[in-house]
């Protein structure tokens, strides 16, 4: 059973232009290591920290609070699987929030252009 639903959209362009003003503070600030060193690899690296970006406002959205309520960003992890598919791992107050909560599962599905980056998150109950 569906728990929650959470969708973002982000414009390249800002994350792009917060890049180029901000790179190393935005980035510790927002994203793991991992994240960081996927996509600094890729051709297109504002593309890709946009897409995780938009995974954790839309994972935020799911739980109907925002990162004024003591989630940080950076605890929420996006990752590929063995399989490619985009993952969640949680840390800190965000992980303790979804374990308090009657979700057991967590769906991510990221898509994105050169223009937008979009994510989609189902919170499932079993």
């Known amino acids: 059973m569906i728990y929650a639903v959470g ?4 414009e390249v362009e800002r994350i792009d232009e917060i890049l180029k003003k901000w790179k190393e503070k935005f980035i ?4 793991s290591s991992g994240e960081i060193t996927y996509c600094e690899n890729k051709a297109y690296p504002s593309v890709h920290y946009s897409a995780r ?3 954790k406002e839309a994972l935020i959205k799911c739980i109907g609070r925002g990162i004024w309520s003591g989630i940080k960003l950076k605890d929420i992890e996006v990752f590929n699987g063995e399989d490619g598919k985009p993952e969640l791992r949680l840390h800190n107050n965000i992980k303790d929030m979804i374990n308090n909560s009657a979700a057991t599962y967590a769906h991510l599905s990221i898509s994105h252009t050169d223009k937008y980056a979009t994510a989609i998150v189902v919170l499932e109950k079993l």
């Not at 969708?7 to 982000?10: A, E, H, L, S």
């Not at 510790?28 to 994203?31: C, F, G, I, S």
């Open 53 to 55: 970006f938009a995974a």
């Open 7 to 10: 969708i973002d959209i982000v």
């Open 28 to 31: 510790k600030r927002v994203y």
